[in-house]
Every structure is written in C-alpha cells, then in structure tokens.
C-alpha cells in the first residue's frame, strides 16, 4: 500500500452486475461521443447549406437586377415602370444591405439623368408632349416608392432607412412625401435640386442621427412641410438655399439637437414659416442668411433666438419678418 492507496488485485474477479455495469458505461461513452460528432458534422452541414443558400439568393438577385435595369433602358415608358417596381421589390428582398443599397442608388440615378422638357400644349407637339408626361410618370413614381419606404419602420421588411440616398441637382417637379420618416443614419442629398412648382412634404418626420443635405437648393414653387418635424441629431443643411417663391413650412418644428444649418440661405420671395417652433440653443444657424422680400414668420417661437438670426434681420426688422417679442433688444 502506498499513500493509503490499495493495490488493485489483478485476480479479483468481476461479479455480473459490475460487468454489466461497465458495459453500460462503455457504451454511453462511446454513444457521448458519437453525438458530439454528429453535433459537429451537423453544424458543418448547416453552414454549408447556409453558405450554398446564400450563394443562390444572390445569384437568383443578380440575374432578377440585371433584368430590371434593362427594363430601365427601353424606350416604352411602361417598360420602364416596371422595372422601377422590380427594383423597388428587389431592394425590399436583397440578401444584404450593400445590395439594397445598390437598387435605391439605380433608382436615384435614373431621377438625376437629363429628360427632355416639357413640349407645351401646342397641338403641333402632342405626340410628344403624351411621351413626356409618359415618362414623367415613371420619375414620380420612383419618388413615390423612395417616401413609401422611407416611412416604413427600420428593421421592417421594405424599408430603407439606414440607406443612402442621392438626388442631388434632381429637378423635383411632383410630390415627394416624407411626412413621419424617420432619418436616423446614411446620408440623404438634395444639394442642388430643384424644387419647382411640386410639394414636399416632410411634416412630422424625425432627423435624429442622418446628414440631410440641401445645400443650394432652389425652392422656386410649391410647398415644402416641415411642420411639426423633429429635428433632435445628427445634420440638416440648407446652406446656400434660395428661398425665392412658394412656402417653405417649419411651423411647430422642434429644433432640439444636432445641426439645422441656414448659413448664407437666401429668403427673398414666398413665405417662410416658424410659427410656434421650438428652438434650442446652438441647434439652428442663421449666419450671413439674407433676408430681402418675401415674409419670414417666426411669431410664437419659443427657446433662444437662433444663432445670427438677428444680425441678418438686422436692428430694424422690415415688416415682413415677423419675431418673439423676447428676442427683439429693448426699445432706446
């Protein structure tokens, strides 16, 4: 005996039920490891099916893109409706966001290539004034399906909030509707559109973490809703803006965090609207905005006047330009 260990007697003999108890033993280890190989050559599996899947979605998406960006290219405008729907239904089931991505920028792209102008009514150019409204149709319907999906919760099946989206110098001659989206990532460009005679509508949406930009934007026309909007992160540019015709509505808007940038914009026809917004400080930005015509309401405002709002109205406020009491500087 050593350290109280008892030596084993090789002679001992084993009595049936501890034979049948070992030979159980052996058998669930055997069985133990049988399953953790099973388990293993299972998950392989799993990931190669996954893997295989995954190959075949995308390829079935590639031949499904392929098809729809033709559709884009023929010269009959319902062809072309289609496939904007097919890209449309594409995005929605892309495998991936990079492939969804890659149908919102097709579907932008389209907006910002050159078209032919309207023809006017002179029966001498029906024919092709009825193609251009054909095909005008085609472009309204792709702003139509951008606002659809921009609306759609994010995380949902069909929408695209999280995507970037690019119009930049798109001439915007129908409604876009953006009322309740939320713009909480990717980047939104309208820099240098042209908002002509059309309304947009961006009423009760939220800007929460996007960059929107609308540097030198020219609203010419029409109506532009920002009414009740939420404006609490990220960046919203309007740098450079000309203000020069319609309505631009930021009444009852809440400018509580990120950037709102105003800086050089130009007001100098049509009404803009602040009733009743709420502003806190640093939020919105008015340095070297210009302020020449038109009538510029911020009656109601609360919170502090927002950063060089007064120095561009001036000490003498024309009677156009409408402010809280509270921000004007005491009577001498």
Not at 21 to 39: H, N, P, Q, T
Not at 99 to 114: I, N
Not at 117 to 144: C, M, N, S, W
Request: net charge negative; hydrophobic share 40%.
């Amino acid at each position: 005996m050593l350290l109280d260990f008892r030596e084993i007697d090789s002679t001992a003999k084993l009595d049936a039920k501890t034979l049948f108890d070992l030979v159980k033993l052996s058998f669930g280890v055997v069985a133990g490891a049988g399953a953790l190989v099973a388990l293993v050559v299972a998950y392989r599996r799993q990931r190669v099916d996954e893997a295989g899947a995954h190959r075949e979605a995308t390829r079935l998406h590639t031949e499904r893109f392929t098809a729809a960006v033709e559709q884009l290219g023929s010269e009959s405008p319902a062809v072309r409706l289609g496939g904007v729907h097919a890209l449309a239904g594409l995005a929605d089931d892309a495998p991936t966001q990079d492939l969804r991505q890659t149908c919102v920028d097709v579907l932008c792209t389209y907006l910002q290539l050159p078209f032919t102008p309207d023809p006017g009514d002179d029966p001498a150019h029906q024919e092709e004034r009825h193609r251009y409204l054909a095909f005008r149709k085609v472009r309204h319907t792709i702003l139509r399906l951008i606002g659809d999906h921009y609306r759609r919760p994010r995380g949902t099946h069909g929408s695209w909030q999280g995507c970037d989206l690019d119009l930049t110098g798109v001439t915007i001659d129908g409604d876009l509707d953006f009322s309740d989206a939320t713009f909480s990532s990717g980047t939104v460009h309208f820099s240098g559109a042209a908002f002509s005679g059309s309304t947009v509508d961006f009423s009760a949406a939220t800007f929460s973490g996007s960059t929107v930009h609308f540097r030198g934007v020219t609203f010419s026309g029409g109506t532009v809703h920002f009414s009740t909007a939420a404006f609490s992160g990220g960046t919203v540019n309007f740098r450079g803006a000309a203000f020069s015709g319609g309505t631009v509505d930021f009444s009852l808007a809440r400018f509580s965090g990120g950037t709102v940038n105003f800086v050089s914009a130009t007001f100098s026809s049509g009404t803009a609207n602040f009733l009743g917004a709420t502003f806190s400080s640093g939020t919105a930005n008015f340095v070297s905005a210009t302020f020449s015509g038109g009538t510029a309401n911020f009656s109601r405002a609360t919170g502090p006047a927002p950063h060089g709002l007064l120095a561009a109205v001036g000490p003498s406020p024309s009677a156009a330009m409408t402010l809280p009491s509270d921000w004007l500087p005491p009577p001498p």
